[in-house]
């Protein structure tokens, strides 16, 4: 057996965090690592294994960036949460600093310099890897000063292009106007260094009231607001530029008179989009659970309801003064509630009605996916959110407030535009 097939053995049973140091080794283990075989190995001998991920805030605030993380787990083996990775953003000279998208494994980051300067940065966190994004060149006076005021926020996705569980490129997408059946977008694209604009024809005319979010998947942007029952798609990087959106309507639309305490709860796991929402049947809470599995005007061809299940048990014991975050973005099973008067984090499994609840003040905790579950100033800015949940106030929908921040299943660094 040579040097490479002994590193093989030793190396595809290690956690990736170790892996990342190996390749500096020499270069035949440099090349063994990178190489497509070594990867495909180490990805299907980790593919049931947990994967260390964060739960980020999406609001402007100073408190933190992560509020909930996950480490100590298999795949990655890290001793402390990702989501810490970008804690030296905080150490710099800014005013003002917001997570704005979360997408296979890269982020979009929010800064505002000491001298009120607008800046973007995309970056890979684990690596330390950060790439400041050049302002659009066509942005106005008034544009720059809304991005100050903050009104471009929730305007803003990060769609990337993956091949075989590696980032290949990503485009920052800026929503620059809206208005009767067009939208027109700002894109920056890291294969070309450069900005377009775009106009993208919408099938129906939506008013987009207040801040809208948005969640990427598969190069698709999926843009949400609040005060509507539907949601754009656009796919960035598939099909012609002049497609047009998507509009879906959401699986419960026109139900309200049996909608509770909270709506729009929209997240992603196991590689789709997944929306749930509590329903009230016959004095009994029920959960629903569904999957975005076609992109379709209707609703009964575009969803799967994954799960259906009563809540009576877990609100018996705890109380019903909750709100839901995120569902588990590698198992399907499990849905996280915060629950207000315990001050604390329930994990439910939709399938076994298993619930346990983790508390900030209580010591580290392994939570249901195997990995140490850590918390990051959570309750206090829970209680700053909790009025948008208020049950006197069911009218009031869930804004995305939060994004899952996960780690990838391999290896992969910030893609570089090319030099200019």
């Known amino acids: 057996m040579n040097i490479p097939e002994v590193a093989f053995v030793v190396l595809v049973r290690l956690p990736l965090k170790s892996i990342a140091r190996f390749r500096s080794v020499c270069k035949e283990w440099k090349d063994l690592i990178d190489s497509d075989f070594f990867r495909d190995h180490f990805i299907s001998r980790n593919s049931s294994s947990s994967i260390s991920w964060s739960i980020i805030q999406m609001q402007p605030h100073k408190l933190t960036l992560e509020i909930v993380g996950h480490h100590g787990c298999k795949t990655w083996g890290l001793a402390r949460s990702p989501g810490s990775f970008m804690s030296f953003f ?7 600093i917001q997570v704005l998208a979360c997408t296979d494994g890269l982020v979009l980051v929010y800064l505002e310099a000491a001298d009120d300067t607008p ?45 075989r569980g590696i980032v290949m490129s990503y485009k920052v997408v800026l929503l620059m106007s809206h208005g009767g059946t067009k939208f027109g977008f700002a894109i920056y694209s890291s294969d070309t260094g450069k900005w377009e604009n775009r106009n993208v024809t919408c099938p129906l005319h939506h008013c987009w009231f207040g801040h809208c979010k948005s969640i990427a998947l598969n190069g698709i942007l999926h843009r949400f607001s609040s005060l509507i029952s539907s949601f754009l798609a656009y796919d960035f990087y598939g099909g012609n530029v002049d497609d047009g959106c998507r509009m879906i309507s959401f699986p419960d639309s026109g139900k309200d008179e049996v909608l509770r305490r909270f709506r729009r709860t929209i997240t992603t796991s196991e590689g789709s989009i997944v929306y749930f929402n509590e329903f009230h049947e016959n004095e009994n809470r029920m959960l629903r659970v569904w999957r975005l599995f076609k992109y379709t005007d209707g609703p009964e061809e575009a969803w799967q309801l994954l799960w259906d299940v009563s809540l009576v048990s877990m609100i018996e014991l705890l109380g019903i003064d909750y709100f839901p975050v995120v569902m588990h973005p590698l198992n399907s099973e499990i849905i996280y509630l915060w629950f207000m008067d315990e001050k604390g984090m329930v994990l439910f499994n939709l399938r076994t009605l298993a619930f346990s609840l983790h ?43 939060f994004s899952q921040y996960v780690l990838p299943r391999w290896l992969h660094r910030l893609p570089r535009p090319p030099p200019t």
């Open 119 to 163: 800046m973007y940065y995309v970056g890979n966190p684990l690596f330390q890897e950060w790439f400041r994004v050049p302002l659009p060149p066509f942005l106005s006076l008034e544009d720059l000063d809304r991005l100050r005021l903050h009104e471009r926020f929730s305007d803003t996705g990060l769609v990337t292009k993956m091949r």
């Open 359 to 401: 508390k900030e003040n209580e010591d580290d905790s392994k939570c249901m996916d195997g990995c140490v579950l850590s918390f990051n100033m959570c309750s206090e800015y829970m209680e700053d959110i909790c009025g948008y949940f208020s049950p006197w106030f069911n009218c009031v929908p869930n804004h995305l407030i």
């Open 90 to 96: 905080v150490e710099r000279a800014i005013n003002k």
